[in-house]
């Protein structure tokens, strides 16, 4: 299996633009998640899926996040408008049933610079 | 609320010499621990956890963790490290309320520097 795959690894955009952020979670896990990397705050989670079902989207920093998987295999993390503040990598990882213990298997990141 | 407190964040070690990450966490319940490993331009990987059992856990690529419930803290150590240990390193904690993974709170890393 390829892991998880993030797309784009860099995107480099402007205040106000839209961005999305594409991941593909390892065939046949059912739990996805979506975390947030900076230097002051460290790892945050944003939000999971269960089933392609959101369970707890409350790291979602404000409204101009959203995060959807319309399927199994596919998830995006838009942010509409984009601010500096934004600037982060952002990483996707999954599992296979999302209990508690279970290995999360992270894709290698989306370095996104707002500028 | 659970809360996990990474004490260094840079350590600076020379080759074949031990090491120890700290790391304290601080929680009203039960909890399960992990340390996950971020090498450069990577995504994070599992390195060892705890759930219940013995104190004293042992991970991949020679490291090993103990649990101490009294001091709340589940530090990382390795005998002797290699050049290729240089990474960050997170500690992870989640509550034991019988949920699900997406509770996992990480520290802020600590950046180990190995050195020949």
């Known amino acids: 299996d390829a892991g998880v795959i993030q797309s784009p690894r860099h995107e480099v955009t402007e205040m106000g633009q839209e961005v999305t952020l594409r991941c593909k979670p390892i065939s046949g896990h059912n739990s996805l998640f979506w975390y947030r990397q900076t230097m002051m705050r460290g790892l945050e989670l944003l939000i999971y899926?269960?089933?392609?079902?959101?369970?707890?989207d409350s790291g979602m920093p404000e409204d101009r996040f959203s995060a959807k998987m319309p399927n199994a295999s596919f998830s995006t993390l838009k942010i509409q408008p984009s601010e500096p503040r934004d600037s982060a990598v952002y990483f996707c990882?999954?599992?296979?049933?999302?209990?508690?213990?279970?290995?999360?298997?992270f894709g290698s990141g989306t370095q996104l610079s707002v500028l | 609320a659970q809360s996990v407190t990474q004490l260094d964040s840079q350590v600076p070690v020379f080759e074949e010499a031990p090491v120890e990450l700290r790391c304290n966490y601080s929680s009203s319940v039960s909890v399960y621990l992990f340390w996950y490993v971020q090498y450069p331009n990577q995504g994070l990987q599992l390195l060892l956890k705890?759930?219940?059992?013995?104190?004293l856990v042992k991970g991949i690529n020679g490291f090993e963790a103990e649990f101490n419930k009294s001091q709340t803290s589940f530090h990382l150590r390795k005998p002797s490290v290699h050049i290729s240990d240089t990474a960050e390193y997170f500690c992870a904690v989640t509550e034991d309320y019988g949920g699900s993974q997406g509770n996992l709170i990480f520290g802020k890393g600590t950046k180990l520097s190995v050195k020949p």
């Open positions: 990882a999954s599992s296979l049933r999302g209990r508690v213990g279970e290995k999360l298997f």
């Open positions: 899926f269960n089933n392609n079902v959101p369970i707890d």
């Open positions: 705890y759930l219940s059992g013995s104190t």
